[in-house]
């Protein structure tokens, strides 16, 4: 109820008119004007409690984001695959990585946010239609998601064999291992969850809430996907072992891998550095170590080829540090959410009514917020590859433009490499020849010369 002082500045910025209006008379004595003022204030619509503001809030969050992100995720995930299982990518066991990450992040947001999205217009949720499409529903959508991160995880733990342990990049690092690694973290993440096809089913709902009145003094107890009788326990504790698995132990094996990767890179950019300045030869000039020995590039093409790798191996880098700083940005509310909601349900005890559902309620928006940041992680990888991966927007632009990748076909490769083989006989330069005292002397130019040629031919 407003002051005295409130009364008399809204009555004297009232018009005459709207004075005589809205108390019969504007020459009225204060008294009555502060009377007709008070019962005219009494008749305005009160504030809506906190509980309905927050679940207003919830409201429009999960109708309007939801489209959004699944229209953006699914159009970006669906070009992503087909850009990273182009021939040019598919060589690369990064890219192999992510083109089941852009798979499996397309069924998180079509099994999980879709669904929400439609509880939330219609008022149905999906899990509660049949027992099978709540076992189901449960087991697939715990197992892409944890999947998805796993397969972030995986391609972090390849990035950092091949910063930090570059010998064994080769033979670790492939499109082979890469195939394998998928196959067991994909089995291991099913096994792990195939519980849910017995542990879950449709229950009778024990929220009060739910039950429909009908007449005759019966009530209608509508059926919810829940816990099956005698897993309520292992359901309790589940929700902290699956985020363990989903947001804890990758977000603390991203942070340990992630700085080891920054500091590695940092490392390297600070030697070449002091090189580039130690004198006028070694600054035209780039040191390698390949086959057991220190080699001085002193070629502009070797220089050049070295130099390209390297940039390329670190526009890499950065792209995948990008993937890997979002996934912890998107997902590190859901962490704290968990630890606040275990202390709020430990305070709830001795809360009034009121008071408990006024934490319900702001609990709620809070986990809506969370969630689709958590589902904004699936839907946003193919605009991160955009703006960090060079390779990536050379991909999409010959994909868009359909232009040939540039390079010689397979055709004139074949023929340009008989040509060569043909001018070598005809002028009489065999294997044999470049070595006088035939093929069993391997000499240091011989032997610098298969050092200087093999990554070429490893590239290529």
Wanted: glycine share 4%; aromatic share 10%; net charge positive.
């Amino acid at each position: 109820m407003p002051n005295e002082t409130d009364i008399w500045w809204m009555w004297s910025n009232l018009s005459e008119d709207y004075k005589a209006v809205l108390c019969g008379d504007k020459d009225l004595p204060w008294p009555e004007v502060r009377v007709c003022l008070e019962r005219e204030y009494a008749q305005l619509p009160k504030d809506q409690p906190d509980e309905d503001v927050y679940k207003h809030y919830h409201d429009v969050l999960m109708t309007y984001i939801p489209p959004i992100l699944l229209i953006l995720g699914t159009f970006g995930n669906v070009l992503s695959f087909i850009i990273l299982t182009r021939r040019p990518m598919r060589r690369v066991s990064t890219y192999l990585y992510l083109a089941v990450l852009s798979v499996m992040d397309t069924l998180v947001l079509q099994v999980g946010l879709l669904r929400l999205w439609i509880g939330t217009l219609t008022g149905v949720e999906i899990k509660n239609l049949a027992s099978w499409v709540c076992k189901s529903v449960t087991a697939l959508g715990y197992t892409v998601s944890d999947y998805s991160v796993w397969l972030i995880l995986a391609v972090t733990v390849e990035r950092y064999i091949a910063v930090n342990h570059p010998l064994k990049a080769h033979s670790m690092c492939n499109t082979r291992k890469a195939t394998r690694v998928i196959v067991c973290v994909g089995t291991v993440i099913f096994a792990v969850n195939f519980h849910f096809f017995f542990t879950v089913g449709l229950q009778q709902s024990k929220d009060r809430s739910h039950h429909v009145s009908k007449g005759n003094n019966t009530t209608e107890i509508p059926m919810v996907c829940e816990a099956n009788a005698g897993f309520e326990e292992l359901m309790q504790y589940w929700q902290w072992v699956d985020a363990f698995l989903y947001s804890f132990l990758p977000f603390l094996i991203l942070i340990v891998l992630n700085g080891r990767i920054i500091y590695k890179v940092m490392k390297a950019k600070a030697s070449r550095d002091r090189m580039s300045g130690t004198g006028s030869t070694r600054s035209r000039s780039m040191v390698v170590h390949y086959c057991g020995e220190t080699k001085v590039l002193s070629s502009p093409r070797e220089a050049k080829v070295q130099s390209s790798s390297q940039e390329g191996s670190t526009r890499l880098t950065v792209m995948l540090l990008t993937i890997s700083f979002a996934f912890l940005i998107t997902t590190l509310p859901v962490n704290v959410l968990m630890i606040l909601s275990n202390y709020w349900n430990s305070q709830m005890d001795g809360m009034s009514p009121e008071e408990k559902k006024h934490v319900v309620s702001r609990g709620l928006l809070l986990q809506t917020v969370t969630q689709l940041l958590m589902y904004t992680n699936h839907a946003m990888n193919f605009y991160l590859y955009c703006a960090a991966g060079q390779k990536f927007r050379q991909e999409l632009c010959r994909l868009i433009r359909k232009r040939p990748r540039p390079g010689l076909s397979i055709s004139a490769a074949a023929t340009h490499r008989n040509t060569i083989h043909t001018r070598g006989i005809k002028n009489g330069l065999t294997l044999k020849s470049l070595t006088p005292e035939g093929p069993s002397a391997v000499t240091d130019e011989s032997r610098s010369l298969k050092c200087k040629y093999s990554p070429i031919q490893r590239h290529l």
